[in-house]
């Protein structure tokens, strides 16, 4: 779920970033000064905002994609704690070895 988080954010990144060089073609000839006077405050910016969005992405996903997992799992418990289940009970797992 982190590796899917930090997929999007990264795309999302890029995609504002691309999105941004088209817009701000005019800038060009003062991309020296620009990056010299601002850029550890840009690059802080872009820390912050990719820490934000990735936060965001993070949480939507536990909330839409891990609905209802306790009643989906507490089903199997039952199942392997009856003896009815075709997965063997931890209990059996140690006593092999």
């Not at 941004?20 to 905002?49: D, N, V």
Request: hydrophobic letters at 55%; a positive charge; aromatic letters at 12%.
């Amino acid at each position: 779920m982190i590796a899917n988080a930090l997929i999007l954010t990264i795309l999302l990144l890029l995609s504002l970033a691309f999105w941004l060089m088209s817009e701000l073609k005019f800038l060009i000839p003062y991309k020296r000064i620009l990056l010299h006077q601002y850029g550890a405050l840009l690059l802080g910016w872009t820390t912050i905002l990719f820490a934000n969005l990735f936060a965001i992405i993070y949480t939507i996903q536990r909330k839409f994609f891990l609905k209802d997992t306790g009643r989906k799992l507490s089903h199997i418990d039952r199942q392997v704690v009856s003896g009815n289940a075709s997965v063997p009970p931890p209990d059996a797992l140690d006593e092999g070895c």
